[in-house]
């Protein structure tokens, strides 16, 4: 427990950027009908896999539009 005390200043913030920036890209995935690569199905998946996924498809996936 006093460990979990001691990292809360720095798990807090990350865990509000990781479920912040999953919203946001499902948000515009479900705007949005055309992406660079893959498709809507792929892109709610990765939304959720830690900050890696958001962080994907805004550099890789997000179409023009």
């Known amino acids: 427990m006093e460990l979990l005390r001691e990292y809360a ?3 807090i913030p990350l865990l509000v950027i990781e479920v912040g920036l999953a ?3 499902l948000i515009h995935v479900f705007k949005h009908k055309t992406y660079k690569r893959g498709n809507r199905v792929l ?3 990765l939304s959720f896999v830690n900050i890696i996924g958001p962080v994907l498809y805004f550099t890789i996936g997000k179409g023009d539009e």
Do not use: D, G
């Open 9 to 11: 200043a720095f798990l």
């Open 23 to 25: 919203i946001v890209t």
């Open 43 to 45: 892109w709610i998946i």
